[in-house]
């Protein structure tokens, strides 16, 4: 059996369950990542994964950010943060099986350019690195999915020239994630699409954005070579995101000749 893993920033899980629980039902990945869920523990609707056969953990805080992994396998072992550090474990959640760790992100916005809130997107960037160096066999079979917040080519985003300067495209921010992603890491959409055109994310306050192609892809998967070695396809789901109350993302799926 192929191995399916799929990410989508849900902006909200308890306002996409109407998407999301239907969508594993249709579709059945292996390992359904999850970001910006914005719930706290006590209040996260795992009860709704239970009973399609879907194991999940979560981490997460009152109305902003958030992760989750739900997955038909339950994870050996599963961590939250870099380095148990609290201030983190809504941004991050690693899970490990037999063969296979992943890892989900939030990385943070930016906000604007002069502001802090974006010299801690690109400090936080360089803290994943390390993280990676110290806690992941890079050798192994490591997949690293989510919403990075990062558009990292000019063909990711329907404007580059006039977006130059926003905080998930501008050369700092590219560059961060760059800086993680040489580590190793495969894009594994890119290796096989590699043209224009493909977005994940588009914007609410854009009138008509899905229609008219303004989108980004900030949402992504990326695989150590061994493990991007053994991809068959990705590609992005459009559906979700052309549904009633949608999130302002959209969901990406990698299919692996590889089984844990």
């Not at 495969?186 to 854009?206: A, I, L, Q, S």
Request: proline content about 5%; glycine content about 4%; charged content about 30%.
């Amino acid at each position: 059996m192929a191995l399916k893993v799929a990410t989508f920033n849900v902006n909200s899980i308890r306002s996409r369950l109407h998407i999301v629980i239907p969508w594993l039902k249709e579709n059945k990945p292996n390992i359904f990542c999850m970001q910006e869920t914005k719930v706290d523990d006590r209040n996260f609707p795992e009860a709704d994964f239970h009973r399609i056969g879907y194991h999940v953990v979560f981490s997460g805080v009152k109305g902003r950010n958030g992760v989750a992994i739900a997955s038909l396998k339950e994870p050996d072992n599963v961590e939250y943060g870099f380095d148990s550090e609290p201030k983190d474990r809504d941004r991050l959640i690693r899970a490990d099986f037999s063969n296979l760790t992943i890892v989900n992100t939030y990385a943070p916005q930016g906000f604007k350019i002069d502001s802090p809130k974006y010299k801690y997107k690109l400090e936080w960037f360089a803290r994943l690195k390390e993280y990676f160096k110290k806690n992941v066999d890079l050798n192994g079979y490591v997949l690293w999915c989510g919403d990075m917040n990062v558009a990292p080519l000019d063909i990711d985003v329907h404007n580059p020239k006039r977006l130059k300067n926003h905080v998930c495209f501008h050369e700092d921010a590219r560059k961060a994630f760059e800086n993680v992603k040489a580590l190793g890491f495969v894009d594994v959409f890119r290796k096989h699409h590699p043209e224009p055109g493909h977005y994940t994310f588009f914007d609410y306050r854009v009138k008509n954005a899905v229609e008219k192609g303004l989108g980004w892809r900030v949402d992504h998967i990326l695989a150590t070579k061994p493990l991007a070695k053994k991809s068959k396809d990705c590609y992005i789901d459009m559906k979700p995101r052309l549904q009633k109350k949608p999130s302002d993302h959209t969901i990406l799926v990698a299919e692996f000749d590889f089984e844990i």
